[in-house]
């Protein structure tokens, strides 16, 4: 039986929807002192965003590059986006990995400094990870 790759799109947009939506929570949790909660809101991101990653790069290794469909000034827009989001998705990650370090370190002087830079913009790879899959895979160029 071979596995319907088709999926994994869908997959991924929602798997970046949830960690926007944890990222955000956890961000209301720590603002109102409550560390149990907002530990688990990241962790949760971190777990989501960690399974997008095996996904998308799954996807991509078996079924290669969609191309999007627009063009003119809709594909400028999509590229644009595109191009802030993949190369912030590129950052993010050693971001990710020294915020979580140092609060396992217990190091929360420099888990905040690092945090107030690694939150909004693993907000904005989330979120514009789903604007990209909607615009690939649902955007209806007009004739």
């Known amino acids: 039986m071979d596995f319907d790759l088709s999926i994994i ?9 949830t960690s926007a939506v944890l990222l955000s929570t956890g961000y209301y949790f720590i603002r109102r002192k409550n560390i149990p909660a907002h530990k688990t809101c990241m962790l949760g991101a971190a777990g989501t965003s960690t399974l997008f990653l095996a996904c998308y790069l ?7 590059t969609t191309r999007f469909p627009g063009t003119g000034n809709v ?8 191009g802030t989001h993949t190369v912030l998705a590129a950052v993010i990650v ?16 420099l888990h ?18 789903v604007v990209v899959y909607w615009m690939l895979y649902h ?3 007009s004739p």
């Open 75 to 82: 594909r400028a827009l999509y590229l644009a986006i595109l």
């Open 58 to 64: 799954t996807y991509h290794y078996f079924h290669g």
């Open 9 to 17: 799109p869908t997959i991924d947009a929602i798997l970046n929807t």
């Open 94 to 109: 050693p971001l990710v990995i020294v915020t979580l370090y140092r609060a396992f370190s217990r190091r929360f002087d």
């Open 139 to 141: 955007f209806v160029p």
């Open 112 to 129: 905040k400094r690092v945090a107030r830079w690694t939150l909004p913009i693993w907000l904005y790879v989330s979120v514009t990870g």
